[in-house]
């Protein structure tokens, strides 16, 4: 497969302008591998449509994630993919060694948003190169000490964690469709993880349960030490060894557009703890605050239009303002 300085050529000869993170939020630089989709979204709401934005799990996740570590993408792209969001990768400082150059296609999918923007509907799905996507691991990508195993087929996963060397933390996302044709494969999965993260209709599904926290009891049977239910505009929620933490989401006045909030949110807390002191425990809450400010800035803007203006400074602002507001 060709590398994607290789597509940087093919796209543009005109040199990439990086931005600079700021240095004095980070104690240490440990890198976070995230895996996914990368796909072009085009999206709809009552208010507006973009067509063609720069979406996919592995997209959103690794630009939250770069706000607060050095990140490793790998996905699939097609030699249709716009060089502007090479460039932006590239201005997050995303190694992008691993992403992969096929012919074809990129993945291609289009939603409508209701009113109400916890409901939405498929409108279509291409999937493109991303159908036969096998993720191969750059040797400098499998020593990562962080993984995000954003949200893909489980198999693909699998496949990830075969190719790494003994990584220090490792996280699964996951969705309904994969509970619904892929369970064995995601069982077998969780129990090689050490974080799984979900929302709260897929832990119902999973378990059977209909309170959260029986759920929750049931899911840490299934091997992972921590475990985090998703729950849009109400927050998340925490089980680990050190007990529960109920993670308030940033309130918002006014949500343009959900489409990748809950990646954002899983690639900011693994972001942070790439770049914290101390043990991941100790550092797992507040690493959830900062996932939750970090996807609240995706909500305000169409794909990743708002979060790519964001800065760090900016994330900070927001966490000490959720601590206010939480304060008791």
Same mark, same amino acid.
């Given at each position: 497969?060709?590398?994607?300085?290789?597509?940087?050529?093919?796209?543009?000869?005109?040199?990439?302008?990086?931005?600079?993170?700021?240095?004095?939020?980070?104690?240490?630089?440990?890198?976070?591998?995230?895996?996914?989709?990368?796909?072009?979204?085009? *999206?709809?709401?009552?208010?507006?449509?973009?067509?063609?934005? !720069?979406?996919?799990?592995?997209?959103?996740?690794?630009?939250?994630?770069?706000?607060?570590?050095?990140?490793?993408?790998?996905?699939?792209?097609?030699?249709?993919?716009?060089?502007?969001?090479?460039?932006?990768?590239?201005?997050?400082?995303?190694?992008?060694?691993?992403?992969?150059?096929?012919?074809?296609?990129?993945?291609?999918?289009? +939603?409508?948003?209701?009113?109400?923007?916890?409901?939405?509907?498929?409108?279509?799905?291409?999937?493109?190169?991303?159908?036969?996507?096998?993720?191969?691991?750059?040797?400098?990508?499998?020593?990562?000490?962080?993984?995000? !195993?954003?949200?893909?087929?489980?198999?693909?996963?699998?496949?990830?964690?075969?190719?790494?060397?003994?990584?220090?933390?490792?996280?699964?996302?996951?969705?309904?469709?994969?509970?619904?044709?892929?369970?064995?494969?995601?069982?077998?999965?969780?129990?090689?993880?050490?974080?799984?993260?979900?929302?709260?209709?897929?832990?119902?599904?999973?378990?059977?349960?209909?309170?959260?926290?029986?759920? !929750?009891?049931? *899911?840490?049977?299934? +091997?992972?030490?921590?475990?985090? *239910?998703?729950?849009?505009?109400?927050?998340?929620?925490?089980?680990?060894?050190? +007990?529960?933490?109920?993670?308030?989401?940033?309130?918002?006045?006014?949500?343009?557009?959900?489409?990748?909030?809950?990646?954002?949110?899983?690639?900011?807390?693994?972001?942070?703890?790439?770049?914290?002191?101390?043990?991941?425990?100790?550092?797992?809450?507040?690493?959830?605050?900062?996932?939750?400010?970090?996807?609240?800035?995706?909500?305000?803007?169409?794909?990743?239009?708002?979060?790519?203006?964001?800065?760090?400074?900016?994330?900070?602002?927001?966490?000490?303002?959720?601590?206010?507001?939480?304060?008791?």
């Amino acid at each position: 497969m060709p590398a994607c300085h290789d597509l940087t050529k093919h796209l543009s000869s005109a040199p990439l302008v990086f931005s600079t993170l700021n240095n004095k939020f980070s104690t240490q630089r440990m890198s976070v591998l995230i895996v996914g989709s990368t796909a072009l979204d085009s *999206i709809k709401t009552p208010n507006a449509e973009n067509p063609k934005l !720069l979406g996919g799990s592995a997209s959103h996740a690794a630009v939250a994630a770069s706000f607060f570590s050095p990140v490793k993408l790998v996905g699939v792209v097609g030699k249709d993919f716009p060089r502007k969001y090479v460039t932006l990768y590239k201005r997050h400082k995303i190694d992008l060694d691993g992403l992969q150059i096929q012919e074809g296609k990129t993945f291609h999918w289009s +939603g409508e948003y209701e009113v109400n923007m916890n409901n939405r509907r498929t409108l279509l799905t291409e999937l493109g190169v991303f159908e036969k996507f096998t993720p191969h691991l750059p040797e400098s990508y499998k020593s990562s000490p962080f993984v995000l !195993l954003a949200n893909i087929a489980p198999s693909l996963q699998h496949h990830v964690l075969d190719q790494m060397q003994k990584p220090k933390f490792i996280v699964a996302d996951t969705m309904d469709l994969w509970l619904n044709i892929a369970k064995d494969e995601l069982l077998t999965l969780i129990r090689r993880v050490d974080g799984f993260v979900l929302n709260d209709s897929e832990a119902h599904q999973l378990t059977e349960c209909d309170n959260v926290f029986a759920a !929750l009891k049931k *899911i840490h049977k299934l +091997g992972p030490r921590y475990v985090i *239910i998703k729950k849009g505009s109400h927050g998340s929620i925490l089980s680990s060894p050190d +007990g529960y933490f109920i993670c308030p989401a940033y309130p918002l006045h006014n949500v343009c557009d959900p489409t990748g909030a809950g990646d954002s949110f899983v690639g900011g807390l693994m972001g942070y703890l790439a770049t914290a002191r101390g043990n991941i425990g100790a550092n797992m809450r507040r690493a959830m605050i900062y996932g939750s400010v970090t996807a609240s800035f995706c909500c305000e803007g169409f794909g990743l239009k708002k979060t790519t203006r964001v800065k760090r400074i900016d994330i900070e602002k927001r966490v000490r303002e959720l601590e206010k507001l939480t304060r008791f």
